[in-house]
């Protein structure tokens, strides 16, 4: 929660050659979303869900943006339920919309591609196929790589 609140995960940039800015998500931001969608597709791939909803205080980020999920249980191997599935994505929008308010970003200058990425995790009728298209959204690219 302490590194939220020391770095703006929202930040504006210049626009080249211009004197105007734009609003995107920091490189930080996106590896950070990343991470924790890939923590919970490797547990989905092991028919694991997590026990409770998700929330900000389950997420450790290090001070070099390091992410790993504390004080979460998830359920024994068991049958596959992309309900369970739908569930654990949407409590991460919740979080992650949740980490940017608390560093300071303001979710009304969100970028679309990162608005449609939050979209995704809530959608009602996610599949298990979507759940690559979560991981590799366009979205969590740095912006060295777009």
């Known amino acids: 929660m302490s590194y939220a ?19 995107r998500l920091s ?7 990343r991470k ?5 597709r490797s547990q989905h791939s092991v028919c694991k869900y997590l ?3 998700l929330q900000v205080s389950n ?14 249980s998830f359920t024994g191997e068991g049958f596959f339920s992309i309900e369970r599935v739908r569930d654990d994505y949407k409590h991460l929008s ?12 303001d979710i009304n ?11 995704l995790l809530r959608r009602n009728n996610l599949t298990r196929k979507d759940e690559f298209l979560i ?8 912006m060295k790589n777009r």
């Open 135 to 142: 991981v590799n959204n366009a979205a969590l690219l740095p």
């Open 109 to 119: 200058k969100l970028p679309q591609d990162y608005k449609d990425f939050l979209l």
């Open 27 to 33: 490189d930080e931001a996106t590896r950070i979303s």
């Open 59 to 72: 997420v450790w980020i290090g001070s070099t943006g390091n992410v790993k999920l504390r004080g979460v």
């Open 94 to 105: 919740r979080v992650l919309w949740l980490l940017i308010m608390i560093s300071g970003g």
């Open 5 to 23: 609140k020391d770095n703006a995960m929202l930040i504006q940039v210049p626009v080249l050659g211009t004197t105007k800015t734009f609003w």
């Open 36 to 40: 924790l969608a890939l923590i919970l």
């Open 51 to 53: 026990t409770a909803p």
